[in-house]
């Protein structure tokens, strides 16, 4: 999978319309924004993630002797067309928000400034990428503050989507903010911390509960989680279990992490009692791990309890995104640069007011409230205009102008948030390691206010437009003849 040559990773009409802009105009410098519309799971905030692999696609874009024989055997496209891509690769300029930091709808985290054709091709690539991994990105961190600072681990990848879903998913796990992965190919690749216990199986293919766990402990003594819910969790297998922790403690081995898991029943219940039974043997110390179908809104509900839960493994319903499976975000043209090199804004109009798009070549600037460092607001403008945070800032709602916020000179800083990765086809960029993206994710996280972090009916965080901005849109809106 590592060596996959991803050029053909495309949909037909990026092909056939690349050769009708070959064969009708030409090959004129256009943007594309990538931007979505709603956060997942109807949450306050998204995590951005997967720029590294749309780095490799872009850096490996070219089509192989073989690409353009499979093409040529389509019967779709012209021997001139087959000789151009032939030559392919990659010029144009392409600038995006960092992975790990927290993003908004209706904001560009990818701008595309390239040659038609070559924005067109590597529209479909990009979105599969930054569309799955911001989604499993942005569960992972819910589920994360559901955690309330207990460590998640991922658990998800033999219910992934396919082995790519499952690694990729695992490396987004823990930009979200998961400590650690079951996947062991991701545990390599990234280099990040693989974890994991061990299955009913190893109990069953035992004589009994306490010979398995006697036999783990021996040859895990500092990793030692016992899977107590087999054959009975509180009868057999929280009692095995401190047998075997007891017989540690007189061997003189003291482990650097064990306790118990659970992985079916009253989980809040359950954990509640083993807690008792494990402090009350004088193993106050030991974990409690969960599992089983655990989410964001189960994992509330425990803490809500008051389950005895100190670590959680997290499958299913974090890897596939389960009650929320796509991210939804799109790729739309905004500018057309014309003879003097000036970029003529361009707009999408539709009956949905929601997909109506943001023209021009545009940037964003991320605006935080001086005090606290949280973030008040992200404006989107166009390239080139410029603020001053000593000066007054007037803020509207781009849907409803009346909606007005003034933040006074001072109180304010801004930061432009749109970086450059890629200029005339060479990469200006050099992505952090897995753990590093992990890093600036929680301190990005703690940018934003409790209320937009919370699970249920989150703050909003608000995206305007400048004045210059919105005056264009409208403009361009009503210069639409019916």
Request: glycine content about 8%; charged content about 25%.
């Amino acid at each position: 999978m590592r060596a996959q040559n991803l050029t053909l990773l495309t949909d037909l009409y990026e092909l056939t319309m690349m050769q009708g802009y070959f064969e009708t105009q030409e090959n004129e410098t256009v943007i594309f924004d990538m931007f979505f519309r709603e956060n997942p799971n109807k949450g306050g905030y998204s995590v951005m993630a997967g720029l590294e692999q749309v780095i490799d696609y872009i850096k490996n874009l070219n089509f192989s002797y073989e690409d353009v024989d499979y093409l040529r055997g389509l019967g779709l496209f012209s021997e001139d067309f087959l000789h151009y891509l032939s030559g392919f690769h990659f010029s144009g300029d392409i600038y995006a928000i960092p992975e790990g930091s927290v993003i908004f709808p209706r904001e560009p985290i990818i701008k595309v400034i390239a040659p038609i054709m070559e924005a067109q091709l590597v529209e479909t690539a990009i979105l599969t990428i930054i569309n799955h991994q911001c989604l499993i990105a942005t569960k992972a961190s819910r589920v994360v503050h559901a955690a309330q600072g207990n460590g998640v681990m991922e658990f998800g990848l033999r219910r992934a989507q396919g082995p790519d879903a499952g690694l990729y998913g695992a490396r987004a796990a823990i930009i979200g903010g998961c400590i650690g992965t079951s996947n062991v190919l991701a545990g390599e690749m990234f280099d990040v911390p693989v974890l994991g216990t061990h299955a009913h199986s190893w109990i069953m293919s035992f004589k009994d509960e306490y010979t398995a766990f006697k036999e783990y402990a021996r040859l895990y003594p500092d990793a030692c989680t016992l899977l107590v819910d087999t054959y009975d969790t509180l009868k057999s297998g929280v009692p095995n279990a401190i047998r075997v922790f007891k017989e540690m403690r007189e061997a003189g081995i003291h482990p650097k992490n064990y306790g118990i898991r659970l992985d079916s029943g009253d989980l809040a219940y359950l954990s509640k009692k083993a807690r008792k039974m494990l402090d009350d043997a004088g193993f106050t110390d030991a974990v409690i791990a969960a599992s089983n179908d655990l989410d964001e809104f189960l994992i509330n509900d425990l803490k809500i309890q008051g389950a005895a839960i100190t670590s959680w493994g997290v499958g299913t319903n974090l890897i596939t995104s389960k009650d929320c499976p796509s991210f939804g975000g799109v790729y739309k043209l905004a500018a057309i640069q014309n003879d003097q090199g000036e970029f003529v804004p361009k707009i999408k109009i539709s009956e949905n007011v929601e997909k109506i798009t943001n023209p021009g070549n545009k940037t964003i600037y991320r605006i935080y409230d001086k005090e606290t460092g949280k973030i008040r607001a992200d404006l989107i403008c166009f390239v080139g205009e410029k603020y001053d945070p000593s000066q007054d800032l007037l803020l509207f709602d781009p849907n409803a102008t009346w909606k007005k916020t003034r933040l006074a000179g001072g109180s304010y800083t801004m930061k432009e948030i749109l970086k450059p990765v890629f200029i005339r086809g060479e990469c200006k960029y050099q992505s952090p390691s897995v753990r590093e993206i992990a890093e600036y994710c929680r301190q990005e996280k703690e940018t934003l206010w409790d209320e937009t972090k919370r699970l249920f009916n989150p703050h909003k965080v608000y995206v305007d437009l400048s004045r210059k901005l919105y005056d264009t849109k409208t403009a361009l809106l009503n210069s639409v003849e019916v």
